[in-house]
């Protein structure tokens, strides 16, 4: 028998099943029947579609056996099976770089952590939370070798050949004391009945059956009460999307996705549709109250499964739905594809492409009715996934005005966020301009910021937009409906005669402070400014959006590779009205006018959202200007 150690990852994962306390280490069996049931699909798959399975039978079950007196318990199942390699790979390594995000997010809340058990593909391990022994006897279909892999947890196991009568995969665990009530009979049935009731395939079960005694017509026994074990389903073993709506209930759904999304917490929404016509299939959507912990990782593990009439396809295509819709869960199953699809066909197929856009669209719809007629909920759902779905805006061009009508947003003018629907009821009906400002502060901090004194002078409310995802995407957001998505610093109003003269004026007044001010500061500013609209700033920077380098930024922004580009040198922006713009231009002293230029730009930077080249030369110019002025 041949020794092998656990990959670090699949190691730390070991001790922490076994030294933890679970509050609802029931969940083993869940992940156990889920792993079997997944075989069973696979198999399933490759009779219809490969060649080289064709001779294989296709006999699916999953069988549950007990022995009270060895504190045994055995979960087999008829499926796929596995070779050494599959075992080697299966569960000693841990290929999927989202488990090491698994570990990363342990909290110590016993609660919390379980719920993640299953979500990052470690659910095998759960055995251990039970037991202090694992054998595993597989034989992959089509193969003549068996292997049994045995481990007790502590860093090691084992494989070896063995012999093993049919193809699928065979779990025995030694259970630990206390653990004895995983072997009980109506534990386990609950336990099938609460997760696992529509996996798509029977488990069976030995049960014991009291037969009571025989009498003759005179009341004599003539047969004494006795007990039998037989063989029997304890689960539904139907598709549950493919049963009609009228015939399920809430706890039907919730306990197919606890299943499905390898989670405890009730989903916060679902959607079941059949679609009739010349493309006939299925759909059932989950929307979860928590976001996966994936979420935000290129390496994120789609949620949803592609059936073929009821026959398991993928469920590791990112192209069944959209990026920005990947929090999904659920099952999407079609009678018109061909058994034997690839990836490749997939992502072209014509019919797919119908079935894919038209869920989109039943998803935005209902997540629609939800903003109106359960808005606590949605404001649930934004919490999680709000800055998801913003992803639609930059990638769905075809469901753009239905993605933003989706979106809540803070705005200058008030302190609840609102709906861009809202908003436009107040927007000037000549201009149809809808201003926005980006940036990464707080919204508190934007609120302050210089761009906003000409609006805030003129009472116009502007959309405040402060997560990172929101500099990336609403720049390519240009419309909505018939008006027109401006940012706030581009936005321009009409001027008097009188006002063009005097701001004339003052440029002129003001030309040779400018020009020095430039000299101060050389490449750090693109240039310096005179900006009559700032009311209440010394300072304010903008950025020339004609500057080929600032538009060679954003595409690489848009391309995900936002740091290997610099945008340009801002312009910086000067309030002549202002005191200390006022004072400083009249006054002699030169190492004042170099200090107060760099610390006004600064500022004028963390207004901006930006962070400083030089933080400690920020606070040593300051403390200058201080002393001078005490």
Avoid: C
């Amino acid at each position: 028998m041949a020794k092998h150690q656990f990959q670090t990852e699949a190691n730390q994962i070991l001790q922490l099943m076994i030294h933890s306390l679970y509050s609802n280490k029931e969940i083993f069996l869940r992940e156990l029947i889920s792993n079997a049931s997944d075989a069973l699909d696979k198999l399933n798959m490759l009779v219809l579609t490969d060649e080289k399975y064709k001779g294989v039978k296709f006999d699916p079950r999953i069988d549950i056996k007990r022995d009270k007196e060895k504190r045994l318990l055995t979960v087999s199942d008829t499926g796929i099976g596995m070779n050494e390699e599959d075992l080697m790979n299966n569960l000693g390594t841990i290929a999927k770089s989202g488990t090491k995000a698994f570990l990363e997010n342990l909290t110590g809340d016993q609660k919390v952590d379980s719920h993640l058990i299953g979500q990052f593909g470690v659910g095998f391990y759960a055995a251990f939370m039970v037991a202090d022994k694992v054998e595993v006897i597989t034989k992959k279909a089509g193969e003549e070798k068996a292997y049994k892999w045995v481990s007790d947890g502590s860093g090691e196991f084992e494989v070896e050949e063995t012999t093993k009568d049919g193809h699928g995969t065979e779990i025995i665990l030694h259970l630990k004391e206390g653990e004895e009530e995983f072997l009980e009979e109506h534990r386990i049935e609950s336990i099938v009945k609460k997760y696992s009731n529509h996996i798509p395939f029977p488990i069976f079960m030995d049960k014991e059956k009291y037969i009571p005694a025989k009498t003759d017509d005179d009341g004599k026994e003539i047969e004494p009460a006795r007990t039998e074990i037989e063989n029997v389903q304890i689960n539904s073993a139907n598709a549950l999307w493919t049963l009609p709506k009228s015939e399920l209930k809430d706890e039907d759904y919730i306990s197919f996705y606890e299943t499905l999304a390898h989670s405890n917490e009730e989903p916060l929404k679902w959607m079941h549709h059949k679609a009739e016509g010349a493309i006939e299939y299925t759909t059932l959507f989950y929307i979860p109250s928590k976001a996966p912990m994936d979420i935000y990782r290129v390496d994120y593990q789609p949620g949803v499964k592609l059936y073929i009439n009821r026959v398991f396809i993928t469920d590791d295509d990112k192209e069944l739905m959209p990026t920005y819709l990947r929090f999904l869960r659920g099952v999407i199953d079609s009678k018109d594809l061909p058994l034997n699809v690839s990836r490749e066909i997939l992502q072209s197929n014509p019919i797919m492409a119908k079935i894919r856009n038209a869920s989109v669209k039943k998803v935005l719809s209902e997540l629609a009715k939800m903003m109106k007629k359960e808005p606590e909920k949605y404001d649930t759902f934004y919490k999680e996934f709000g800055n998801v779905l913003k992803e639609g805006l930059y990638n769905d061009f075809a469901n753009r005005e239905k993605i933003l009508e989706l979106l809540k947003f803070h705005t200058l003018n008030s302190d609840e966020m609102t709906t861009i629907e809202e908003f436009v009821k107040n927007v000037d009906e000549e201009k149809k301009e809808i201003y926005y400002l980006t940036g990464k502060s707080s919204i508190d901090m934007l609120k302050h910021s210089p761009v906003l004194e000409k609006f805030k002078a003129r009472g116009i409310d502007v959309l405040l937009l402060n997560e990172e995802v929101d500099t990336i995407i609403f720049p390519m957001v240009t419309e909505y409906k018939e008006y027109k998505l401006v940012p706030a610093a581009d936005a321009k109003f009409e001027e008097s005669e009188e006002d063009k003269k005097a701001k004339e004026e003052l440029a002129k007044e003001y030309e040779s402070f400018t020009k020095e001010i430039k000299e101060i500061l050389g490449d750090a500013v693109k240039a310096v400014e005179v900006e009559t609209e700032l009311t209440e700033s010394a300072v304010a920077i903008k950025t020339d959006k004609d500057d080929p380098a600032y538009m060679m930024a954003q595409m690489m922004k848009q391309m995900g590779q936002g740091g290997d580009v610099e945008e340009p040198a801002p312009i910086l922006q000067i309030n002549p009205k202002h005191e200390l713009i006022k004072k400083l231009k009249e006054s002699a002293d030169q190492n004042l006018i170099e200090d107060a230029a760099h610390v006004l730009l600064d500022q004028a930077k963390l207004f901006d959202g930006r962070e400083l080249d030089d933080t400690a030369d920020f606070v040593v110019r300051l403390n200058r200007i201080m002393s001078k002025a005490l």
